[in-house]
């Protein structure tokens, strides 16, 4: 795959640059980065500058140009505010291709900012350049990336909610709603308070100069088998019991992540709060009365 995916680079530098309406191509994300991890399965980011992006996206049989299109997600400029457009296609070759499409008018403007946008941070290579429009973009920093370190009234606030949506949790696995709870303990649990306390116990060992990349991607390379062991422990079946073992799994994980960050930080660690949710979470387990 590797091989398919440089020709089909060299395929798309060679058209886009004899076609008159494509000013620049870009290759950004993984493939440019010198952070990421790049594989057989990395995709090619590219993006295309245009002299008149409304008459290039009336008709997408230009994506046929680089082999036969098995599937395709198109996003106009309404999904974008206007800036560019999106088509990203997965070709017969299996190669993946996410073409990012600009109006030449908003590319120098995304240009200009005293800030490289996210996309260019990550990593960019300039590939054609037709008009030297990319003479003055600043170098990558990759900092708009990098694990930031939470103030205290965001420990607070995942800490606090972390332990507060458990209690969702236990109602729906005491209702065999395994719906919702897979929905709790996995768009809210690990997403959205799990991944950023691991993400800030790996960065406290590297100066808060580290990435992970998205969702958690890096996670096993950074952590110790002993806590890669434990917080395998929170994925569950879909068998109810096996959800409850995993939702004490995250308790446990939750305490020690917390305590640890609270500790370094010099941050305060909700120890009653843990304490009254873990009995609400024993009493609807046992299904006691709640008192």
Request: hydrophobic residues 40%; proline residues 2%; charged residues 30%.
């Amino acid at each position: 795959m590797v091989t398919a995916r440089n020709e089909k680079l060299k395929h798309i530098i060679n058209w886009a640059s004899a076609y008159p309406g494509i000013r620049a191509v870009l290759l950004t994300s993984s493939l440019a980065s010198a952070i990421a991890p790049v594989d057989e399965f990395s995709d090619l980011d590219i993006e295309f500058v245009l002299e008149d992006l409304n008459s290039f996206l009336k008709d997408d049989n230009w994506l046929s140009e680089f082999g036969r299109v098995i599937a395709k997600v198109a996003e106009g400029e309404e999904a974008f505010e206007g800036k560019h457009a999106m088509r990203m296609v997965l070709y017969e070759d299996h190669v993946k291709v996410d073409f990012k499409l600009y109006n030449l008018h908003e590319f120098q403007k995304e240009a200009a900012q005293s800030e490289l946008p996210e996309d260019w941070d990550v990593g960019y290579k300039v590939l054609v350049d037709k008009d030297r429009l990319c003479t003055n973009l600043k170098p990558a920093t990759y900092q708009s990336v990098t694990i930031k370190k939470p103030d205290a009234k965001e420990f607070a606030q995942v800490m606090n909610d972390f332990w507060w949506d458990m209690t969702y949790v236990a109602k729906c696995l005491a209702r065999d709603e395994i719906f919702y709870a897979k929905f709790m303990t996995e768009n809210m649990m690990r997403n959205d308070y799990l991944v950023p306390m691991i993400e800030w116990h790996i960065a406290l060992s590297y100066d808060w100069n580290i990435t992970t990349n998205k969702h958690g991607r890096l996670f096993k390379k950074y952590l110790s088998s002993e806590l890669w062991q434990k917080i395998e422990a929170t994925f569950a079946s879909a068998e109810i019991r096996d959800n409850w073992r995993a939702l004490f799994a995250y308790a446990d994980i939750g305490h020690e992540l917390g305590t640890e960050l609270a500790e370094k930080l010099g941050y305060q660690y909700p120890f009653l709060l843990e304490k009254d949710i873990r009995n609400y979470l024993n009493i609807i387990k046992t299904g006691k009365e709640l008192r």
